[in-house]
């Protein structure tokens, strides 16, 4: 049972990434998916959340920028970053509710920065 973030990487202001969590070990396509960030010296934020059923939400400082989303075929949450700011450098983390507990990824560092 893991979660494998991938997909960070260092890009300029205003560029964009996507990350991408493979999930292995749970029944993905009932699973509400999410992804966390944690700036240094910050508390882990919630940044995007989508449902099992396909819902969205997102976190008001990057509503309009990122895109959460998901491929049940591929057991893969995605987190479509664009119009990155300096601001969103963090460790970014994607995360589910399992019958054993609480699953984190392993972290993956989006750094922005000219």
């Known amino acids: 049972v893991q979660l494998q973030a991938s997909g960070g990487g260092v890009v300029q202001p205003g560029g964009s990434l996507r990350l991408s969590c493979a999930a292995s070990?749970?029944?993905?396509?009932?699973?509400?998916m999410n992804w966390y960030r944690q700036a240094p010296g910050k508390q882990r934020e919630l940044v995007a959340v989508?449902?099992?059923?396909?819902?969205?939400n997102y976190a008001d400082s990057v509503k309009g920028r990122f895109t959460i989303s998901r491929d049940n075929a591929k057991n893969t949450v995605y987190l479509q970053m664009n119009s990155l700011k300096p601001e969103d450098t963090a460790v970014y983390y994607c995360?589910?509710?399992?019958?054993?507990?609480?699953?984190w990824g392993q972290g993956t560092q989006v750094t922005v920065s000219s």
């Open positions: 070990g749970i029944i993905f396509s009932i699973s509400t």
């Open positions: 989508i449902t099992s059923g396909g819902s969205t």
């Open positions: 995360n589910t509710l399992w019958a054993t507990g609480v699953l």
